[in-house]
């Protein structure tokens, strides 16, 4: 098999093209396109937690504040909770004590608009002064919907097919043969996310910036030439 590179400076990833005995030409390319979308969901995750001396205690602090954060009729998954005992060695009889415990329930809000983080505060605080509890924010940032997101991985996925067309053309003009798109296989390119942190004890929190979102998508485009 005799191997043929070409180099397409329009087109920043790998380029490559096998030639078959019968003079039949096989490109492989990885194409890649991206496009700036705007955040429309500023999600928010955040620990209650609790210590007591009892299981009992411990539930009730965690399902003082659950009522005030369902009071606030805002969407939201999660609020499953878990208990379990804090152990301390004993030194004078060598075995572990229990010596209470301590139970954390976990919060996601999908918000629409950062000053209902004010309202979720607001509302912990006024659980705190019932009940004796804590809270930290686990992740606090502005991010794009799954269906803002779907729709532009529709947008890329046609810019990826218009770029596919256009390489086809220049294959037939450089290789003077017929190519065919063979196929396109696709595969998303997700950033990172950077957490943001919010000191718990503050009423009027950090209002993050709601800065655009990268979105890549990937494709290897398959040409078979003749």
Known sequence: MKWIFIFLFSFPLS?????????TTVIKDTVE???SVQP???SLT??????????ENVLKSLSTADEYIRGLNLPYSGGNFIIYPLKEWDSVRKVYRIDGFSGEVLYRFKLKNVLQQEDIFRALNMAKEK??????ILYSKWVVSEKKKSGALKSLKVGILNTARQEKKI?????????????IS???VNPFPILENVRAFKITAPKPKREREEIKLRARVVY???
């Open 15 to 23: 380029v490559f093209s096998a030639e078959t005995p019968n003079k």
């Open 33 to 35: 396109v991206s496009k």
């Open 40 to 42: 429309d969901v500023y």
């Open 46 to 55: 955040f620990k209650v937690s609790s210590r007591g001396k009892s299981e």
């Open 131 to 136: 009940s004796p509890i804590s809270y930290s």
């Open 171 to 183: 294959f037939e003009r450089e290789l003077n043969k017929r190519c065919f798109i063979k196929s």
């Open 186 to 188: 696709f595969s998303s």
């Open 224 to 226: 078979i030439c003749y």
